[in-house]
């Protein structure tokens, strides 16, 4: 019902910056609230960072929180990640992800569970 293209990814060094886009597109009307998750090799899928659609409002991973921003257009149908102080630890596929479905806090979107809708990844990878 929704698609989701991830774009932005690279290579940085560590205190770098890069911005991560998420492209939506069918039944976006639909969506509640959207995330960033990433995965490292041989670990599991870790919750980045998740907005309301509607009214903005924003809830961070701890070890992202004062670095990491997610914002999104939602006249363009559009998520970002603006990723700043880069580390070594933050070298990850970076996932999107669409909730159609109304948790009611956005405190309540950081598990995989709650989104129907994923991207294919894009690729950081962070040197030190």
């Known amino acids: 019902q929704v698609q989701l293209a991830e774009s932005g990814g690279g290579l940085a060094q560590a205190g770098n910056s890069l911005r991560l886009s998420c492209a939506a597109s069918g039944r976006t009307f639909s969506i509640y609230a959207m995330g960033w998750f990433r995965q490292a090799p041989g670990k599991e899928r870790e919750f980045v960072a998740a907005?309301?659609?509607?009214?903005?409002?924003?809830y961070y991973a701890d070890s992202t929180k004062g670095r990491f921003t997610i914002s999104r257009d939602t006249a363009k149908n559009t998520l970002y990640l603006q990723m700043n102080t880069l580390k070594p630890e933050d070298t990850a596929t970076y996932y999107c992800?669409?909730?159609?479905?109304?948790?009611?806090?956005?405190?309540?979107?950081?598990?995989?569970?709650?989104?129907?809708?994923w991207g294919q990844g894009t690729q950081v990878t962070v040197s030190s």
């Open positions: 992800a669409a909730s159609l479905h109304n948790f009611y806090s956005i405190s309540r979107y950081t598990t995989s569970d709650r989104f129907d809708s």
């Open positions: 907005i309301n659609w509607g009214g903005g409002r924003t």
